[in-house]
């Protein structure tokens, strides 16, 4: 708990010199800001255990205001109620298909080409579910501040398989979870989502 409340204070910092850069007219200002940033990522660093050398070549330079990433994701149940998962690659671990949010594209059209990519399924877009701010739930501490967007969808087709960058495709379900890629999804979002969909409540939960 105390590791999450001091990355969140680190991600706030940075946000606060990223910010000040994008806005700081004189030189002045811009090295106090720079020196902000380079403190942030030390402390990222120190928390998140990962090499100062790579965060500070992933975390480029804002141009903009900064703002949270967005992370859009597919719930698709069979005609038993099992729920269709993905076993990502990178940690050899099952979530519900999704990503990062790609420009150029709305929402609803990157979760159908994402649970498509990674699943080999054609699926359509009921509503949306949740909208997560991944802060709030048991995920592990990540530098990112992320919201999670997740969308009921039917299938329409489409063979399963999983994706190239993928490891497997399959549907299980709810009281036999896989181990879960929980930087990705939890268990009680899960639950929660399977009882949205199957009970068929409508409203939206957010934060």
Not at 91 to 98: A, L, N
Not at 165 to 186: H, K, N, Q, T, Y
């Amino acid at each position: 708990m105390k590791e999450n409340q001091d990355l969140d204070l680190i991600k706030r910092v940075k946000a606060l010199a990223d910010t000040g850069l994008v806005y700081a007219e004189d030189e002045y200002n811009k090295e106090r800001y720079e020196e902000l940033r380079e403190i942030s990522l030390k402390l990222l660093s120190s928390v998140s255990s990962r090499p100062m050398s790579v965060l500070d070549n992933f975390f480029m330079p804002e141009k903009d205001y900064p703002t949270a990433k967005v992370d859009v994701r597919g719930f698709v149940l069979n005609d038993e109620n099992k729920i269709l998962m993905a076993k990502e690659s990178l940690d050899g671990k099952w979530s519900i298909p999704g990503g990062w949010a790609d420009i150029g594209y709305t929402p609803s059209e990157v979760v159908v080409k994402e649970i498509g990519e990674e699943t080999g399924l054609k699926c359509e877009v009921d509503r949306l579910m949740a909208v997560y701010d991944k802060r709030m739930h048991p995920h592990p501490p990540q530098p990112f501040y992320i919201y999670k967007l997740i969308f009921l969808c039917k299938m329409k087709g489409g063979q399963l398989k999983h994706g190239f960058d993928m490891e497997g495709a399959a549907f299980f379900p709810i009281d036999d979870l896989p181990e879960l890629s929980e930087d990705r999804i939890v268990e009680s979002q899960l639950r929660q989502l399977y009882k949205k969909a199957t009970e068929n409540d409508k409203n939206v939960y957010f934060d």
